[in-house]
């Protein structure tokens, strides 16, 4: 499986219906999930047939029986070579890890199996009055996922809204399979817990079903499905609140009096819960894998600060910032927090442009003895003369988000024309000549 693939549920009735949708896509071999009802209709020659037109297929069965049953029935759709199947989280860990063992193959192989966590279509409501379970849908799912996870299976199905709760609950690499996914001017049908595609940020794959299959062009709008659930995470969600600005007709005016096409203001960041824990969860991720030896976080002012606080509470670690000058009071402090000699520390930045700012609170925690790792921010320009002047320094940086992925996305969502985009590298590459105006 591919991260951010878009999956067509093929919830037809027969095998006739199925392949003819599919024929409409030619070339495309589109991701496809078989439900219970065209399995039903056409058993497993559905699933070969798909796999020989060159297919991937999710086998979405959704097991939930005693253990024994589960594994014995695992054991005969491994033989089928789907390349994904599924059962209810609330079959209980014996009987995941049953599924587990029963779909292994004897050369040690098997397909994902996945733990369906609650169904998009059961809201908190229902949940509790029916089911009986007196716990927010949030807390199910992330101790379903946790059980999944520690019965050995590979991700879980949910809705995209908890597809975030999940990673940060069970790791990055712990995969989320989520349905529930309408395009924004779409009916959400059935369901009550969705979103757009590229809302989606958290999901590692979506499946999709009546948008693309009832649609009147099936592979437009399958080519919309992955356009927009492609686009960058972090870019999309910085557009969405307005944290960036993409004005290439109209061009902003800097303190400096360069002209320029974007605007940046991540403070925003802060006031937008989802986006604020997106970011604080990639950053964590980021720092983790790319500093794995760090033993405090040291922000910069202002939105810098922030976030340094909140991924330093998500990482558990030592927290402090860095001020832009010494203060002209007390101690005369420019570095406020605990730093120890010798102390492996990161800085976090929410906007790299020349990176000057950012140096200056580099050398400062130098010269009060800490090494530092790197630098994280949520964004960076990627100007040339940034880059000489982090490269001069010694010192690695990390963005969440560059100024090339911000202008991709902004013209998948019809933030800016595509043609703009040539322009908008102009600028990146040489600030100064303003000739990407005109």
Not at 232 to 237: F, G
Not at 324 to 332: L, Q, T, Y
Request: proline content about 5%.
């Amino acid at each position: 499986m591919n991260k951010r693939d878009v999956i067509i549920a093929c919830d037809f009735p027969s095998a006739q219906e199925t392949l003819a949708f599919l024929d409409c896509f030619g070339d495309i071999r589109p991701f496809v999930k078989i439900g219970m009802e065209l399995y039903c209709a056409e058993g497993p020659a559905i699933v070969r047939t798909l796999k020989q037109r060159g297919h991937r297929v999710f086998l979405d069965l959704k097991l939930h029986d005693i253990p024994n049953t589960v594994k014995r029935t695992m054991a005969v759709l491994s033989r089928l070579d789907v390349d994904m199947v599924n059962l209810h989280a609330a079959g209980t860990s014996a009987m995941m890890r049953a599924a587990v063992e029963g779909l292994t193959r004897a050369d040690g192989t098997r397909p994902l199996l996945l733990a369906v966590t609650q169904l998009t279509s059961t809201s908190e409501d229902v949940m509790r009055k029916e089911l009986l379970i007196d716990r927010s849908i949030a807390e199910t799912v992330a101790a379903y996922a946790k059980n999944a996870q520690e019965s050995g299976l590979d991700g879980v199905v949910c809705s995209p809204l908890e597809a975030g709760l999940v990673k940060r609950t069970c790791g990055a690499d712990f995969l989320t399979v989520t349905p529930g996914v309408r395009f924004s001017d779409g009916d959400a049908g059935d369901q009550r817990r969705v979103t757009a595609p590229a809302d989606a940020v958290s999901s590692d794959c979506i499946v999709i079903g009546r948008p693309i299959t009832a649609a009147a062009d099936p592979v437009a709008a399958y080519r919309r499905a992955v356009r927009e659930f492609a686009v960058h995470p972090i870019a999309r969600a910085l557009l969405s609140i307005g944290a960036v600005f993409l004005r290439p007709d109209e061009p902003f005016t800097w303190a400096s009096g360069i002209r320029s096409p974007i605007y940046c203001d991540n403070r925003l960041t802060l006031t937008a819960p989802a986006v604020r824990t997106l970011i604080e969860d990639r950053f964590a991720e980021t720092i983790a894998r790319e500093y794995p030896d760090a033993q405090g976080l040291f922000g910069t002012a202002t939105a810098g600060i922030a976030h340094a606080a909140l991924a330093a509470e998500r990482m558990e670690l030592p927290m402090g910032y860095v001020r832009g000058s010494a203060k002209d009071h007390g101690r005369g402090n420019r570095i406020e927090g605990k730093l120890t000699p010798g102390m492996k520390v990161v800085v976090v930045e929410d906007l790299i442009s020349t990176g000057g700012s950012v140096l200056d609170a580099v050398e400062a925690l130098r010269d009060a003895g800490a090494e530092v790792l790197g630098i994280v921010s949520i964004f960076t320009y990627g100007m040339k003369k940034g880059y000489e002047r982090l490269e001069a320094a010694q010192v690695r940086s990390v963005s969440l988000c560059d100024f090339d992925a911000l202008c991709d996305t902004a013209a998948a969502l019809g933030y800016i024309k595509p043609e703009d985009i040539a322009r908008l590298m102009k600028f990146r590459d040489n600030p100064s000549d303003e000739s990407w105006i005109h």
